[in-house]
């Protein structure tokens, strides 16, 4: 199933006469997101109780298999979920390939067990039942294997709300054929009438670029998200004191994202070999850390005058009509 609601809207013709003439970006010049929290607000949030979580240790990984960390959770108890599964493809995380140095790989990084559409159908099959109505979950996959999440998606009921491509300006050097600079992030929400969306920029495009950091001299497992792919999931689909869940926590991505955005964490990894790593990562930021209210994310009045004077002036007036 997939939705892609707002696009009907732009079929309803605007009366004549009645409509102002389009202006680009005067849009922005008005913009707010749909909700926004000081410092102090995020931190009180995040310092209320979660009472569906009331007997479990929040902010915590788990060492077990997900999926029997995720029968564990209570129903309709996680507001958010963010998943970066094994790829499938023979991967061990410690191949030198990706510019690593496998003395600084930490070993036990685990495959996907048997085929990879049962892998995929049955972890994925767990999320319905402890995401909340307003939930959504972000799947990172590559292009190889994403048809067995489109439908472990479908089987288990989740709506494909949007298909996000992460654009990472470097990839592995091929010869006789282009080389893959992608990743797909699938957005699923349970209800498409009551999930959460925070608009938090003006034109928020399908498409983010963000670079792959190599952090060379440094331990780490597998693949490393970057902080930053994941904070911008946390942001549009979360607020303060929500409880994020990642069932393939891997280097703890997800954790630091979370914890510094004044969001809970609940993470599953079946690698006990990456616990001090883990521990480490997740220490080293303190709860709300990097937490920046939305407006002051957003360009100024002054950056955008400068950069659409036309724009301006309409704002003046339209402003001064108010
Ligand atoms: C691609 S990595 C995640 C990387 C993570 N997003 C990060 O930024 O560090 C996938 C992780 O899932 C773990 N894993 C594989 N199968 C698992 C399972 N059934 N349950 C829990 N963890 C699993 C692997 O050991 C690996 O650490």
Redesign the pocket.
Known sequence: MTSDTDSSKSKTKPKKGRSKPYIPHLAEFFFESTEDWNHDKAKQLYSKATPALNDYELDTVQF??????MKSLPKSSIDLV??????GIDFD?MSGAYNRDENLVIP??????GSYAD?TKD?IAQLPRIMKKSASAYI?SGWTNLDAILNGAREAGLTTLNHLIWHYPFGVYTKRKFVTSHYHIVLLVKNVKSYYFNKIENYPEDVWIVKRKYRTGKE???????LEV?SKCIDYSSRPGDVVL?????????AVAAKSAFRHFIG????AQ?KSLLKKEIDSVNPGELYKPYKERLPTIEELAEKYPRAYREYLKQRDEK
């Open positions: 077990t298999e997900c999926i029997e960390g963010i998943a970066d599964p094994p790829f995380g036990g990084y685990r495959e996907a067990q892998f972890w990172f780490k497992n597998s693949t490393k998200l970057p994941v990642d069932p393939f926590m891997g280097n703890g991505t997800t599953f990894e079946v690698n990456m």
